[in-house]
């Protein structure tokens, strides 16, 4: 059973472009967050998602960010014109229930640089 | 606001000792806890978990946490650290029934042979 994916694990773009990150979660699983990690830091949370709907987006920035799970594709995590405070570890995880107690498995993450 | 602290951030031990990695949570009720553990590269493996019961939680790995209470911590224990547990180390919470989580700055972990 293939765990959380994400692709592309590394990603660099410049100053003003776009970043697209992908993640497909393990099977069976229709929950989705995502998290950032800075250097140096902790992950913090950004948004969470279900098939086709948007539960908590409180961790995401106002501006140049967005996430969707479509009912079929990955989940797409989307920074517009990015900037190089962006750089950073963004991972995915997944769950099967939306429950607290249940398990979230984490991706290997997509390493961002903006130069 | 709610907080996750892990107060090392680097730790060295020699293999075969024993390790203690500290963690603890400033939340208004008693949060569900979480360890994580991250290799280089690699995504985050949960170690364990705990929501409520027994204050002693057993894991993966050899790994075991404490929940107290009185002094909001769950630290992480290993009685004989290998060569192979080398990586950093997470603590993370949630609110009671959310899925949220809020993880610590990591603690990383190195082990002299």
């Known amino acids: 059973n293939a765990g959380v994916m994400q692709n592309p694990r590394h990603l660099v773009r410049r100053r003003g472009q776009e970043a697209r990150l992908r993640c497909s979660p393990m099977?069976?699983?229709?929950?989705v967050y995502w998290y950032r990690q800075l250097p140096e830091e902790g992950l913090k949370f950004m948004v969470y998602l279900q098939k086709e709907n948007i539960i908590d987006e409180s961790g995401m920035p106002k501006e140049r960010f967005s996430a969707e799970f479509p009912k079929e594709g990955p989940s797409i995590l989307r920074i517009q014109q990015v900037v190089r405070g962006d750089s950073a570890a963004y991972f995915c995880?997944?769950?099967?229930?939306?429950?607290?107690?249940?398990?979230?498995?984490f991706g290997p993450g997509t390493r961002l640089t903006v130069l | 606001a709610q907080s996750v602290t892990q107060p090392d951030i680097h730790i060295t031990v020699s293999e075969g000792a024993s390790l203690e990695l500290r963690c603890n949570y400033s939340y208004g009720a008693t949060p569900y806890l979480f360890w994580y553990v991250q290799s280089p590269g690699q995504g985050l493996q949960l170690l364990l978990k705990y929501f409520s019961g027994d204050t002693l939680v057993q894991g993966i790995k050899g790994f075991e946490a404490e929940f107290k209470r009185s002094q909001s911590s769950f630290n992480l224990r290993k009685p004989s650290v290998h060569w192979s547990d080398a990586a950093e180390y997470f603590c993370a919470a949630a609110e009671g029934g959310g899925n949220k989580l809020t993880f610590g700055t990591g603690t990383q972990l190195k082990v002299e042979l």
């Open positions: 099977k069976g699983h229709s929950h």
């Open positions: 995880a997944s769950s099967l229930t939306s429950g607290g107690t249940d398990t979230q498995y």
